[in-house]
């Protein structure tokens, strides 16, 4: 029998900036899905990559002094890293700089324009180069760019438009006749309201004031834009119009398309489009997760307010970090992160919940029974309870899964987890080993052992490295499967479990918030742009002789009361003595400076400093530690002109 198949994707990633948590959000609960439906018996292909063109990479380019294929080059690495710390098992990762993927967009181009889907205008409205998306007039929030809140700027070029105004009654139709497409239910209302009955406009989608993106072959100067580009990837990465097609026959359409919610409109309304354009058939299912929010803020780098997973995967697990972004944040709406909120989750679930289940265990059998696996004796109402939640939570977690809800998913299977400590209490194994009553013993023993060994294979898509750890200690090879699900007592009699070092260790709440506090200032000294030097604007020879410099000899000079700062000098200037004051008193002794020759700012508005005046400037070199004041070269007399 050929299996089932399942194709789910992420979105393409932006490489134009780092990555942190929010990201991981996406490609993380995408992971636990599609590791459950390979073990639930699916042929899955699960798609992810990087969105390497577009104008927001070239200008980033720019800025860093590389070119736009090295800086992607980079970030490419930096993701692939990021991935593998998390474990995040993709069967095929797209770049849109792969020749192939170009070569794909392309041909795409070339059918629309050959099917008349497609003509040459020209452009004029807005666009957001951080979003990269077009917006009329009409769409802005206060001027701004009503998905990031950033500037927009007014674009005027020539672009070849795509007639999407065609394509709204059919769009109408599918979501009418499949709705389930956009989930959950409330963005179907948000995109139906607020962009396919304000009446679809035509969408430009080439541009020509810079070059780095797929270049148009019957236009040269035009390249794709960034979004129909990304958008293609989910059929470029099959084999769509190239000569090895077999995953586009097997896989296409996918099965999941999962986005956070600020892009449900590109691969909702575009995308569709798109594909109706092509003649091809629509996914079955967009799902617009929420976002992961820090301080009630989307966690993102212009908002300065990201956390960086490597740091907390390096120091917590990585499974810590899944866990806690797969239960804590309600599916389809946004959740708060802190690191507050990381650690009491940990601890509760993963250190008291899970970690206490299998240390008790394993020290109980290995205390009573050597460490083998006692066969069980009779059962009694209390160990059926058990069993029948074991043997009913596979179908619980599959339907979860179904619906996209990791966190309903987690909480079911840590319903085990739970009921299995509570029955520790109630059977109290170590008064039943005082008692002698080894055959309870051991069949309590059996149960929980059983009771780990479900939960650990339900826990495999989600905590994968856990799991393998629990298998370890049960002595059993990890499942590739849910097929041992079925009966309960699938567990061999003799089977050797170790005890070994704990799952978790429990995290000191007060301690760690203080060093992760530590490690952010840290991160945020380290990111910031070294201070630069304002700009100053140049100014004309004109505006320069307006400041008059005169050489100045110092008559006298004092410390002003109180200050110590301050020096207040006596000057001769030609005929004149002036008093000025300088604030250069932990540089230079008043002594010092009797008799030296300064220059003076000599047109300065006089002011009063500390109550006293001062009529002129002396002017200063200066460092970060020193102050330096100018004298001329040689000796001159004081008054002269200096220019
Ligand atoms: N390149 C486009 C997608 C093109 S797909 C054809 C893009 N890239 S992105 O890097 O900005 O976002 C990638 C994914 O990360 C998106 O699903 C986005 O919603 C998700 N997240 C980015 N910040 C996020 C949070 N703070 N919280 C949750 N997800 C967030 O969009």
Request: charged share 25%; glycine share 6%; aromatic share 10%.
């Amino acid at each position: 029998m050929t299996k089932k198949t399942y194709y789910i994707t992420t979105p393409i990633y932006y490489s134009s900036g780092s990555f942190h948590l929010g990201h991981c959000y996406t490609t993380v609960i995408c992971d636990a899905i599609a590791r459950f439906k390979r073990m639930d018996g699916f042929d899955v292909f699960y798609l992810t990559g990087t969105d390497e063109h577009g104008q927001k990479v070239q200008q980033k380019a720019e800025a860093a002094g590389v070119t736009p294929k090295a800086y992607v080059d980079r970030l490419y690495d930096q993701i692939v890293e990021l991935w593998k710390v998390l474990g995040i098992s993709y069967d095929k990762f797209i770049r849109t700089t792969d020749n192939y993927h170009e070569a794909t967009v392309q041909k795409v181009y070339e059918k629309l324009l050959a099917s008349g889907d497609i003509y040459k205008s020209q452009y004029e409205g807005w666009y957001c180069t951080p979003c990269e998306s077009f917006w009329t007039e009409s769409q802005l929030v206060d001027g701004k760019c009503p998905d990031c809140g950033r500037e927009v700027k007014l674009q005027k070029e020539e672009s070849y438009f795509f007639r999407l105004s065609k394509y709204q009654d059919r769009l109408i139709k599918f979501y009418e006749q499949n709705p389930e497409f956009i989930s959950p239910k409330s963005r179907m209302n948000e995109m139906i309201n607020n962009f396919i009955k304000p009446g679809l406009k035509d969408l430009c989608i080439s541009r020509t004031t810079f070059d780095w993106g797929v270049k148009l072959t019957f236009d040269e100067k035009h390249v794709a834009y960034v979004w129909i580009d990304a958008l293609t990837n989910y059929i470029t990465a099959l084999g769509y119009l190239q000569d090895d097609h077999t995953l586009y026959d097997k896989f296409w359409p996918a099965d999941l398309h999962m986005v956070g919610k600020e892009i449900v409109r590109f691969h909702t309304i575009i995308w569709p489009a798109i594909l109706m354009a092509l003649d091809l058939p629509l996914p079955k299912k967009v799902y617009g997760h929420g976002w992961l929010l820090f301080g009630n803020d989307k966690m993102s780098k212009s908002k300065g307010n990201v956390v960086d997973p490597i740091v907390l995967s390096n120091r917590y697990g990585a499974d810590v970090i899944r866990y806690f972004l797969l239960r804590e944040i309600p599916f389809g709406s946004d959740g708060n992160y802190n690191n507050e909120a990381l650690l009491t989750r940990t601890n509760a679930d993963l250190v008291n919940d899970l970690g206490n289940l299998v240390s008790r265990t394993t020290a109980m059998i290995t205390q009573y029974f050597d460490g083998k696996v006692p066969a069980p004796n009779a059962y009694t109402e209390l160990d059926r309870e058990l069993i029948t939640l074991c043997e009913g939570t596979l179908d619980k977690v599959r339907a979860d899964i179904d619906n996209l809800s990791a966190p309903d998913a987690l909480t079911d299977i840590f319903k085990i987890v739970q009921r299995a400590n509570k029955y520790i209490d109630e059977t109290m194994p170590w008064t039943l080993n005082k008692e002698g009553n080894k055959e309870r013993l051991a069949t309590v023993m059996y149960v929980l052992a059983e009771c780990i060994r479900f939960a650990a294979t339900l826990l495999t898509p989600f905590i994968p490295t856990t799991a393998a750890t629990i298998f370890e200690k049960l002595g059993i090879k990890a499942p590739t499967n849910f097929n041992n699900l079925k009966k309960f007592g699938q567990l061999k009699v003799g089977t050797k479990v170790t005890k070994g070092a704990n799952l978790f260790n429990r995290l000191d709440v007060a301690k760690e918030l203080k060093e992760l506090d530590a490690i952010a200032e840290q991160e945020a000294k380290k990111s910031k742009p070294a201070k630069e030097e304002p700009k100053s604007e140049q100014i004309s020879i004109e505006d320069f002789a307006k400041v008059q410099l005169r050489t100045a000899k110092v008559l006298s000079c004092e410390k002003v009361e109180k200050s110590d700062k301050l020096l207040v000098f006596k000057l001769q200037v030609g005929d004149e003595v002036r008093q000025v004051v300088s604030g250069i008193a932990e540089h230079y002794t008043p002594e010092y400076m009797v008799d030296k020759t300064v220059v003076l700012v000599a047109n300065l508005k006089p002011a009063k400093i500390r109550g006293v005046e001062s009529n002129g400037m002396i002017l200063c070199a200066a460092d970060d530690k020193h102050v330096i004041f100018v004298t001329p070269e040689k000796d001159i007399d004081s008054g002269k002109v200096v220019r």
